[in-house]
């Protein structure tokens, strides 16, 4: 159980810890995605928290993955215990849990501008009376090249789980849409 914040060591320095927790949260905002590499774990929504220890000894990040079985999380879990070190944080864990579940809600819209100057459609916002689809969906996507809405279905799922395949019928590019849930 992480103590009750007062105070942090970052690099030898004593720091507020809102001071730390920012500090921190600059450099989760560097840890990129694995699958979607143009947005950092911060960007994506599946950074909930970043505590510091009352003592300033360690550093807690907790951690909501997209889906319970997401095949990243381990390389993600990596890649942020080694920035924070790198940063001068010491005894740093993350912590992950997986309620409330991740939604896309969680991706702001600058998030969702760079997916889209990507070439990842993304998701559209999901509400809490929504149920999950069992079959297939049919969507209708705009194209992240043109901004066609002429654009059909391809496979209901891309190079991810969490990503579909369209095609756009106006300039002939493929692309992924990030699903919405």
Not at 33 to 54: A, C, T
Not at 82 to 90: I, N, Q, T, Y
Request: net charge negative; proline share 8%; glycine share 8%.
């Amino acid at each position: 159980m992480v103590e009750k914040r007062q105070r942090s060591t970052v690099n030898g320095q004593r720091d507020l810890p809102r001071e730390a927790e920012a500090r921190a949260l600059a450099l989760l905002d560097q840890v990129k995605d694995p699958e979607v590499p143009v947005l950092s774990v911060v960007e994506l929504g599946i950074v909930r928290d970043v505590e510091v220890d009352d003592a300033g000894a360690g550093i807690t990040v907790t951690v909501t993955p997209t889906y319970s079985g997401c095949p990243a999380m381990p390389v993600i879990e990596e890649e942020i215990v080694a920035a924070l070190e790198a940063g001068g944080f010491r005894a740093v864990a993350v912590k992950v849990v997986y309620a409330p579940a991740w939604t896309t809600d969680w991706i702001p819209e600058s998030a969702r501008e760079k997916l889209r100057a990507y070439g990842i459609a993304p998701p559209g916002d999901v509400t809490a009376e929504q149920l999950v689809p069992l079959g297939p969906v049919v969507r209708r996507v705009a194209c992240p090249f043109c901004g066609s809405n002429d654009t059909g279905t391809t496979s209901e799922f891309g190079a991810t789980a969490c990503k579909s395949l369209h095609v756009c019928r106006a300039c002939r590019q493929p692309f992924e849409h990030f699903k919405a849930f």
